[in-house]
């Protein structure tokens, strides 16, 4: 059960968005606080990672339609606890840092908090990925949402979050998410957390082509969005 230390007395459950991730998935799964209950939301693994998560106690979830974002969707809709946190499965986030988000979003600083992602080497976030994060969130912050980094470790409310109409199914997810919280005015923070080397190659950002591709695409949806 969850205590209060971990989490104010409410239920929480951790999405992983998972995508052949065997290799990571025990560290990441084991790294998982007290009372935290992990839903793995598989898109398609063909390496174990299904099985693996489920031997370590997760909950899975087959997402067949392929993307981040449907994945995350998927997960959300199969948690039931009335917090949920996201967090990448590839063991370059530290699951045992989710009650930090999960303490400010209790005590009723904010609506929705990012990990502030801070790289552990250089190896962790090249230098390619880390321009692209730069770039889009620094046209965030000239619409007022106050973020450095579009980090894949956050927590909410489970029915906040299923209210917000958000539709990017693939890489766009976590901005379209910033959008439409901003839009319904919600009050985003960020707390540190500590940002590792990847276990694997980035689905988005793994080459300085994939950062490209995926800056051009976040500012398709921003100006999208208005």
């Known amino acids: 059960m969850l205590t209060q230390c971990d989490s104010g007395g409410a239920s929480v459950d951790v999405v992983l968005p998972c995508l052949n991730e065997a290799r990571a998935l025990p560290w990441v799964l084991e790294r998982m606080p007290p009372g935290y209950r992990a839903v793995v939301a598989d898109n398609g693994s063909h390496d174990g990672s299904p099985r693996i998560a489920r031997d ?11 993307g981040y974002g449907a994945a995350v969707h998927a997960g959300l809709r199969a948690a039931d606890a009335d917090v949920v946190c996201v967090c990448d499965a590839d063991a370059s986030l530290d699951p045992a840092h989710l009650p930090r988000l999960v303490t400010e979003l209790l005590a009723g600083r904010a ?72 839009q319904a005015d919600w009050r985003i923070i960020e707390t540190d957390v500590d940002y590792h080397p990847r276990i694997g190659r980035s689905k988005v950002t793994g080459s300085p082509l994939g950062t490209v591709r995926a800056v051009r695409d976040m500012s398709a949806l921003l100006a999208s969005l208005r």
């Open 56 to 66: 370590h106690g997760a909950v899975v979830v087959a997402v067949p339609e392929r």
């Open 111 to 182: 609506e929705l908090v990012l990990g502030r992602r801070r790289p552990t080497s250089v190896r962790a976030w090249p230098p390619h990925a880390r321009l692209g994060n730069a770039i889009v969130a620094g046209r965030l912050r000239r619409r007022g949402i106050p973020v450095r980094d579009l980090g894949p470790m956050r927590a909410a409310r489970r029915a906040d979050l299923l209210r917000l109409p958000v539709a990017d199914r693939r890489f766009g997810y976590p901005l379209e998410l910033l959008l439409r919280a901003a």
